[in-house]
């Protein structure tokens, strides 16, 4: 293989590439799926305990309320809009505070306290709402409490927030897009049109011809998936490791890439093929999101091996000894690939010679 | 102007469904993609584990776990442990789900009772919430009240509103149910999309139309070709994961309702783009959007009032009543109005910038 050739094919790619609106696509998307993914649906994903809360006096209450830490409180101006947020889900449950209620408690008159809770709220955001309503309460009275409750932290199991889990998929769909969608459509459209047997007719062969779409797919992926690292305030501590895991699932991507490219004859079937495939390779990402699903049904994916990889660094501050293995394997899977590739080169070979 | 001759359409009809079958890689690649939607929806859980396991140790503690569970602690499922060692190794290890650890001392109850100062330690890994750390520190706190016979400062009232899920929550897989009808319904909308527009590209419209056939046929075929697409694709699907079984008509009507509407929009997407890009640019410009109703059901609560103005608001909300909530007729009625008056605005936008499309070539 002449790399000059294939240096050639990329770099008019690159310079020919912007004209393009799938280029701005590819490079647009991580950007504003950040914004969408992590500014909306951010919060969305993550569910505190949400406690309303009407305050027919002025109650300490309220204040109290307010400062506890994981649960969302939200003040209602009458009962009626309470119950029906409650019954909507728009709560999970509700207490309605009536007038001169801090001075009832204290004088241990045990004023009526009504607790609304909502039908379809969780069994557990019941119990963590009931139990800190009646200790705020508790704390109105001023009853010092007959034990110390002292909370100790072991272990080293980090708490991820929702907005954190969502990363793999904006890496996900950063490098697949830039990766292998871009080179796939790329040739697609080259065979539409038929510059592809012009190029071929030129001394440059399939393989040149592929390896610089290879190189096409892997710098935008490289560059899309930093951007989005960087806008997610994920490069971690080891950004020599990271980049290489990135150059992994830029590499494993733009192979792919090449594959449906080669495949597709038109961009209706590339398009079926990525409707397909696609779901094969972003599953992953749902096992980072929801954690508690069993993990092994991750691993059979090629990506998972380096998305862990990205995730356990970028976010997770690891170092190269925490994700070497996982590389290893993504590195793995790139070498299964490669088999798959050179058939594909061959029958696109056959094809445009048959063309010819 | 007369209506569409049903012979010309139905002869354009046979002719896309032929090319469509005649493509034997597109044809199975199409149904591969059904297939890992099914996949994908049997595999997630039906479950929703909504309760919280709480290990605890120290002498004595499981008559209190015990009155604890018989008072209805619903969401807290009690684990007794015979040391404190033991208990931090399972919270530690998220051995058993425990997801955090109370070590009561062994004279627990007699301190209590005795009004001497006593302390009880809660274990927990830092990826504990912290409402979870503060609703337990308040069930020990609670439960100390209790044993020293501290009544409650208050009369404590309360009201489940609404229908009482505990137990029967809407698990993950029901609730991806519409998302996956739905994305059968848009990607068939782009593929339909990118048919009209390698029509109009490659100009097979204007040879259609110095034939007998007029716009009006060309439009009308396609859209019943888009539509049976779509339809088939998606009952399928349904059938597949089991939607069919409530209130069959009602979600079948819904779905073509349903089908009719992302046909309309791939006339307009179809209509402006030029080649598979832009056509996938214009896809996702009204694909991106349409999602957000079935997203917004994977969360609690309501839907906001800028989501119930998306037009596939209706159907997603239809789709979920019928499966997960048992809802008929009388309750859809009013999102089937809804999802016409939009399928009726999509197809005037959609038949007019295709016609003048068409027109301009």
Do not use: C
């Not at chain 1, 000059?4 to 590439?17: F, H, I, K």
């Not at chain 1, 006096?57 to 209602?76: C, F, K, P, Y």
């Not at chain 2, 899920?165 to 993950?172: I, K, P």
């Not at chain 2, 519409?178 to 097979?204: D, H, K, N, W, Y």
């Amino acid at each position: 293989m002449n790399t000059s050739r294939a240096w050639t094919v990329m770099r008019n790619d690159l310079r020919l590439g912007p004209r393009s609106p799938l280029f701005l696509y590819a490079l647009l998307l991580p950007v504003a799926l950040t914004f969408v993914i992590v500014g909306v649906f951010g919060s969305l994903f993550a569910p505190a305990p949400r406690l309303g809360i009407v305050d027919e006096g002025n109650s300490s209450v309220v204040a109290a309320a307010r400062s506890l830490d994981g649960i969302e409180v939200t003040v209602v101006d009458s009962v009626e809009s309470l119950e029906r947020l409650v019954e909507a889900n728009d709560l999970d449950a509700g207490m309605v505070l009536p007038v001169q209620f801090d001075e009832a408690v204290r004088d241990g008159l045990r004023p009526p306290l009504q607790f609304f809770i909502g039908g379809e709220s969780l069994a557990s955001n019941r119990i963590v709402l009931s139990v800190s309503a009646l200790d705020l309460v508790r704390g109105v009275k001023g009853d010092a409490a007959p034990v110390t409750v002292d909370v100790m932290t072991i272990g080293d199991a980090e708490a991820v927030p929702m907005a954190t889990r969502m990363v793999p998929l904006l890496i996900m769909y950063a490098v697949a897009i830039a990766g292998a969608f871009v080179p796939a459509a790329s040739m697609v459209e080259e065979k539409e049109k038929g510059i592809i047997n012009s190029v071929l007719v030129t001394p440059a062969s399939v393989t040149e011809y592929l390896a610089g779409k290879a190189g096409l797919g892997i710098v935008l992926a490289m560059a899309t998936g930093v951007i989005t690292l960087l806008l997610n305030n994920s490069l971690g501590a080891h950004g020599v490791t990271l980049i290489l895991a990135l150059l992994i699932a830029a590499t494993m991507m733009a192979e792919i890439g090449l594959i449906i490219g080669t495949v597709a004859k038109d961009s209706n079937t590339l398009f079926a093929i990525m409707k397909s495939a696609g779901i094969l390779l972003f599953y992953p990402v749902v096992f980072y999101i929801w954690p508690s699903l069993p993990q092994w049904i991750a691993k059979i994916s090629p990506t998972y091996w380096f998305l862990q990889p990205i995730f356990e660094i970028g976010v997770k501050g690891a170092g190269p000894g925490d994700v070497w293995l996982e590389m290893l394997i993504a590195v793995a899977w790139i070498i299964a690939i490669l088999p798959a590739v050179g058939v594909m080169a061959r029958r696109l070979e056959q094809r445009v010679a048959m063309a010819a | 102007m007369s209506g569409p001759n049903p012979s010309i359409v139905a002869t354009i009809v046979r002719k896309d469904l032929k090319a469509f079958a005649r493509d034997r890689f597109y044809f199975w690649i199409s149904v591969a993609g059904l297939v890992v939607y099914v996949v994908v929806f049997w595999v997630l859980p039906d479950t929703v584990n909504e309760s919280i396991t709480v290990g605890a140790t120290g002498a004595g503690i499981e008559t209190m776990l015990e009155k604890a569970a018989g008072e209805g602690s619903e969401g807290l499922n009690l684990v007794a442990f015979d040391s404190r060692e033991n208990l931090e190794t399972a919270v530690a290890n998220g051995k058993g789900d425990v997801a955090l650890g109370l070590a009561f001392p062994d004279d627990f109850f007699e301190s209590v009772m005795a009004g001497r100062p006593v302390i009880v330690s809660i274990v927990a890994t830092a990826a504990v919430p912290p409402e979870l750390r503060t609703a337990m520190t308040s069930f020990v706190r609670e439960a100390a009240f209790a044993i020293s016979g501290d009544p409650l400062p208050v009369s404590l009232q309360e009201q489940i509103l609404g229908v009482d899920r505990v137990g029967d929550q809407v698990s993950l897989r029901e609730k991806m149910r519409p998302l996956l009808a739905f994305l059968v319904l848009l990607l068939e909308m782009m593929s339909l999309a990118g048919i009209i527009a390698s029509e109009i590209q490659s100009r097979t419209v204007v040879a259609v139309i110095t034939t007998p056939a007029r716009i009006f046929d060309f439009l009308t075929a396609k859209i019943v070709f888009g539509t049976l697409l779509a339809f088939s694709q998606v009952v399928l699907l349904l059938v597949a994961i089991r939607s069919l079984s409530g209130e069959p008509l009602l979600v079948l009507t819904t779905m073509l309702l349903g089908s009719l509407m992302v046909t309309a929009f791939a006339l307009i997407a179809g209509s402006f783009g030029r080649d598979f890009i832009t056509v996938l640019f214009w896809s996702m410009l009204f694909m991106i959007p349409m999602m957000i109703p079935a997203f917004g059901l994977l969360f609690p609560g309501s839907a906001s009032v800028w989501i119930k103005a998306i037009p596939t608001y209706g159907l997603v909300e239809i789709l979920t009543g019928t499966t997960s909530y048992g809802d008929g007729w009388a309750e859809a009625v009013p999102n089937l109005a809804l999802l016409g008056g939009w399928t009726v605005i999509a197809y005037v936008a959609g038949l007019g910038i295709l016609r003048k499309k068409v027109r301009s070539l």
